[in-house]
């Protein structure tokens, strides 16, 4: 199998890689905005994003397009920027996917309610033309719904690896919502799992149509609960602040995760609680701050 991965040298990027490297004959090509990116293994080739790449890669008759490079703004981007990087870029990789009959482009979207800010409203707009295209035959579109993720040494502008840095840094006051939200977080191994799972599930699938796969736990856990859960693991002498934040405009109180249709195709949760995902993450992390 050939898949032509974007976003690989992100997170979740390296994770699914890895994870997909267990797959006999795979050949993976990645699209990446540096060439400063380099893989130990000879099934992984890396081309820079450029005018004519595309040509190039698609020239090598791609079986399938992973798309998980996305822009979250959480770095005072340009909306344009977040356009560009969660729409017009993957406009022009599923429109180069069609032209050369690639059967599979497999989309990494997310849960959360679409007018939310300009990463939703974004990425939204290109699960939209997704759809478009697999309800014109023209190519099989296979939506992979997101709810939160976390794990070990994940970004800091993401909520999760935010909050657990600045508790373990007793930083003296943490100003949050109310937190009455429920949230459905998914660990990293768990969210890996179901992209792989997925991807052999519709491989062999040639019938041209819109599928889509909800990915969370079996449970929500409020903010409130889980910040405090994270306080107590880390021993940490923060005060939080409910309630000095607002609730954000459209702010969904509850997640609403249906992973059925992922645990018909084998798919199981394997990290069950939200506590034990945050005692991984510490366990690993402590082991490599012990061994540096």
């Not at 990645?30 to 380099?38: I, S, T």
């Not at 020239?59 to 490079?69: E, S």
């Not at 019938?207 to 306080?231: C, H, R």
Request: hydrophobic residues 35%.
């Amino acid at each position: 199998m050939k898949i032509l991965i974007t976003g690989g040298t992100g997170y979740l990027g390296k994770h699914v890689i890895n994870r997909l490297l267990a797959i006999e004959n795979i050949e993976i090509f990645l699209l990446v905005r540096e060439d400063d990116c380099h893989y130990d293994d000879n099934r992984i080739s890396t081309y820079k994003i450029s005018e004519n790449v595309l040509d190039e890669l698609f020239n090598k008759q791609i079986d399938c397009v992973l798309h998980l490079a996305t822009s979250y703004g959480r770095n005072n981007e340009s909306n344009e920027y977040v356009l560009n990087t969660n729409l017009m870029f993957p406009l022009s990789i599923i429109e180069k996917a069609i032209e050369y009959k690639v059967k599979c482009f497999f989309n990494m979207d997310t849960a959360i309610h679409k007018l939310i800010n300009s990463y939703t409203v974004s990425k939204t707009n290109f699960r939209d033309w997704g759809n478009y295209f697999a309800k014109q035959g023209l190519i099989r579109f296979v939506n992979i719904k997101s709810e939160h993720f976390y794990g070990p040494f994940d970004n800091k502008v993401k909520f999760i690896a935010n909050m657990l840095d600045q508790l373990k840094n007793n930083v003296p006051n943490i100003q949050t919502t109310l937190g009455e939200q429920e949230r459905a977080f998914i660990y990293i191994d768990d969210i890996v799992d179901a992209i792989y799972s997925i991807i052999n599930h519709e491989i062999n699938n040639d019938s041209k149509e819109y599928i889509e796969y909800e990915v969370g736990p079996d449970n929500n856990i409020k903010i409130k609960d889980a910040l405090l859960i994270m306080k107590q693991l880390t021993n940490s002498n923060s005060n939080i602040e409910f309630g000095a934040i607002p609730y954000r405009v459209n702010e969904e109180m509850q997640s609403q995760c249906d992973n059925s249709k992922l645990k018909s195709i084998g798919w199981e949760q394997k990290v069950l609680t939200f506590e034990d995902g945050i005692k991984m993450i510490l366990e690993e992390e402590n082991r490599n701050e012990n061994l540096n």
